[in-house]
């Protein structure tokens, strides 16, 4: 079995979830990381044991012995690094959103299409099991044509303050499900409308509502809210309703498929996208970095979503900010 070595780009705290899932998956070696700040490059390195420890992407992405990188900067910062490691012949982990306008997206769309290496967006939701299976009963034709789907993603205050002033929850949360919608509909958007709701003092609202129509004559309802209570049992509300003309397909993501009592009330951890299991960093976030290491090993284009759809999640997504913004419905 061919080892990948691989380096991260980018060591904030999801920076260091993409190391504590790679250094779970027996085809990965974590070979080099990346980020400005000396003392957290340190304290990282040290932490997994890697010696090669850069302050420049351009000086990392040189090595020729590298093989792939994960680029987990912010979303804002993620057209120059990923780009110059797809020009560099690295196979690219990018994660969501592909980037904050189309014009970085058709960038990095372009520079993946010339390049040698692999790319994927870290689209985790087509990792859930429940969202894969969805599309499975989808693809065979279980429910019909797809008329109405209706998603809810919502978070507790505390961690949207985390967030909030750095991206807003239509493009940081509704990414999610407009990939979900596009994936499953296999549609185009075609105008979306969009409401925000400012409930605390950040740089963005913390509520956005969006409503997509598709080409294919189906509507969708996205909830993105990211100031329910901070005493929420859980981290995340997550939920989905997909209607068919001759079914229907529910996802239910969140409390009570698992809950602790102590004495500070109900809780309801993680048990989806980066549980910690027997010790390791597991669940879809190690799942979908496991997929494109054995990509990237085999020398095979991922294929479980592709440059453009990640693209066209945010042009979407874009729409519905400058839907909100304005008022007006937005045509794509």
């Not at 993620?78 to 959103?97: T, W």
């Not at 998603?151 to 507790?156: L, T, V």
């Not at 509704?174 to 979900?180: A, E, I, Q, R």
């Not at 969140?254 to 048990?271: A, E, L, Y």
Request: with cysteine; proline share 4%.
């Amino acid at each position: 079995m061919k080892r990948v070595k691989y380096g991260v780009i980018g060591l904030g705290w999801f920076g260091e979830k993409h190391c504590e899932a790679l250094a779970a998956i027996p085809q990965v070696e974590l070979h080099s990381f990346c980020t400005r700040t000396e003392s957290r490059l340190n304290e990282v390195g040290d932490r997994f044991g890697v010696e090669r420890r850069f302050q420049d992407y351009h000086e990392m992405l040189a090595d020729p012995e590298l093989d792939a990188v994960s680029v987990v900067t912010m979303w804002d910062q993620h057209r120059a690094p990923a780009v110059a490691a797809l020009e560099a012949g690295k196979s690219v982990f990018l994660e969501k959103p592909m980037a904050s306008t189309v014009e970085d997206c058709e960038a990095i769309v372009a520079a993946a299409e010339a390049a040698k290496g692999g790319f994927m967006v870290g689209h985790i939701c087509r990792f859930n099991p429940r969202y894969a299976a969805a599309k499975q009963e989808i693809a065979a034709g279980k429910i019909g044509k797809i008329v109405s789907i209706y998603a809810r993603r919502n978070i507790p205050a505390w961690v949207g303050a985390t967030v909030l002033d750095k991206i807003g929850p239509i493009i940081g949360d509704g990414v999610h499900d407009t990939d979900l919608m596009l994936w499953y509909t296999g549609a185009k958007v075609v105008s979306a409308y969009a409401q925000t709701v400012k409930v605390n003092e950040h740089k963005h609202p913390d509520i956005g509502w969006t409503m997509y129509r598709f080409d294919s004559g189906a509507t969708g309802v996205l909830e993105d809210n990211w100031c329910l209570p901070d005493k929420t049992a859980f981290q995340i509300d997550e939920r989905m309703e997909i209607i068919g003309t001759e079914g229907s397909i529910h996802i239910h993501e969140t409390h009570p498929n698992f809950s602790v009592c102590d004495k500070d009330g109900w809780h309801s951890p993680d048990t989806t996208y980066w549980p910690e299991l027997h010790g390791q960093r597991a669940g879809a976030l190690r799942e979908e970095l496991a997929y494109f290491a054995s990509c990237v090993a085999d020398g095979r284009a991922p294929e479980v979503i592709t440059p453009r759809e990640s693209l066209e999640a945010v042009r979407a997504c874009l729409a519905a900010e400058e839907s909100a913004a304005t008022g007006k419905i937005v045509t794509l």
